[in-house]
Structures are given as structure tokens and as C-alpha cells.
């Protein structure tokens, strides 16, 4: 997809997280990019187009149960990579999220007009 299209604004992020599908937990040693709309995560595991699926991305190792949770579903799978879009997220969790992707990106004053035109998940 051309960056002209999206409407977030993508961040390479290098953390550890979870893409829970139909109860199988597939780990990421790092995500290869993160939006408030979605992310892209790199997997030769193939899962079907428009499965629902949870993800999750820990804060702190010292405490487990802080992270972003997000549900979405499967938006694209080609054997090399599967793309999530959001669909679903707390308002703690949007609140994390805007924050990563603000802190992580080259024009913060962009992100900040981004959560401002699009407050939730889009």
C-alpha cells in the first residue's frame, strides 16, 4: 500500500509482542511497523484474510500485565509478513499506542494532528 493511502503514520518499532489467532499465540521479536490503524508483523505463518485476532504489545518485563491490547483482524497474509488492522482498543490502551507512535516518529507534530483528526481507531 502507498503511503499516500494510509491514513496513519507507520514507525518502525522494535519490541517483542503476541498476535493471538483462533487461540494460537505467535510471538514477534519485534514488530517491523506500528500505527494507530495497524501493524505489520514479519511471519512465513500464513492465517486467512479477515480472521479476528488479538494483539498485544508488553510495556515492562517487570510487569507482565502492562501492555497495549488491541483487537483487530487479519487484513493481509502473503507467506512473508501478515498485516493487522485495529479494530478494537481501551481507552489505556489508545492512550499507550498514541504515545509509542508519537515518541517513535520523525514528525511528532504530525502524530498529534493524526490523533486529533482521528481520536480512535479508524
Same mark, same amino acid.
Given at each position: ?5 494510509? %491514513?496513519?503514520?507507520?514507525? #518502525?518499532? !522494535?519490541?517483542? *509482542?503476541?498476535?493471538?489467532? $483462533? ?6 521479536? $519485534?514488530?517491523? !511497523? ?9 511471519? !512465513?505463518? %500464513? ?12 510495556? @515492562? #518485563? *517487570? $510487569? ?10 487479519? *487484513? ?21 499506542? #498514541? ?5 517513535? *516518529? ?6 498529534? $494532528?493524526?490523533?486529533? @483528526? ?5
Amino acid at each position: 500500500m502507498s503511503e499516500e493511502k494510509r %491514513r496513519f503514520t507507520r514507525v #518502525q518499532f !522494535n519490541m517483542a *509482542a503476541d498476535l493471538t489467532v $483462533n487461540c494460537n499465540v505467535i510471538s514477534f521479536s $519485534n514488530i517491523e !511497523n506500528l500505527s494507530v490503524g495497524g501493524c505489520l508483523l514479519v511471519t !512465513n505463518v %500464513r492465517l486467512e484474510v479477515g480472521t479476528t485476532c488479538r494483539f498485544w504489545l508488553p510495556l @515492562e #518485563q *517487570a $510487569n507482565p500485565d502492562l501492555g497495549v491490547e488491541v483487537y483487530g483482524e487479519i *487484513a493481509r497474509c502473503d507467506g512473508e509478513s501478515v498485516s493487522v488492522r485495529f479494530t478494537k482498543i481501551t481507552p489505556e490502551s489508545l492512550f499507550h499506542l #498514541q504515545n509509542i507512535i508519537r515518541f517513535n *516518529a520523525p514528525d511528532p507534530d504530525g502524530i498529534d $494532528n493524526e490523533i486529533s @483528526e482521528h481520536p480512535g481507531l479508524m
